[in-house]
């Protein structure tokens, strides 16, 4: 059975940085691209960054691109996204997203992952 699990979400305050990691299971890692989005109370999901399966493509969105980091450990089945000077703004609920393409890539649009995390919740104070 396919999950991916987060961790690493928590109360922080403004300025600070954190490292959210998904750890995968019951899938080959290498073969799938992965995203991290985020929903903040009453918003849309949005896409906070990508990296395709070679690890040789990643972006971000605007708001956190310049302070953001992605990066995949393939031989423990895990990716990373550390977020710097963290914001109020940036306060939602982190997930990790898998997804198996013939290209590779990953993509900004939620609707075309395979698998999703349960989320783990940042909250940044000011």
């Known amino acids: 059975q396919v999950g991916l699990v987060e961790s690493g979400g928590g109360l922080v305050q403004a300025g600070g940085s954190l490292r959210l990691s998904c750890a995968s299971s019951?899938?080959?890692?290498?073969?799938?691209?992965l995203a991290w989005f985020r929903r903040a109370p009453g918003k849309e999901q949005e896409f906070v960054a990508g990296i395709s399966r070679g690890a040789r493509n990643k972006d971000f969105t605007a708001s956190v691109k310049g302070r953001s980091t992605i990066s995949r450990d393939n031989a423990k089945g895990t990716v990373y996204l550390q977020i710097d000077s963290l914001k109020p703004e940036d306060t939602a609920v982190y997930y990790c997203?898998?997804?198996?393409?013939?290209?590779?890539?990953?993509?900004?649009?939620?609707?075309?992952?395979?698998?999703w995390g349960q989320g783990t919740q940042v909250t940044v104070s000011s």
């Open positions: 019951g899938l080959t890692f290498s073969n799938y691209a």
């Open positions: 997203a898998a997804r198996s393409t013939s290209d590779g890539e990953f993509s900004r649009k939620d609707n075309t992952y395979n698998y």
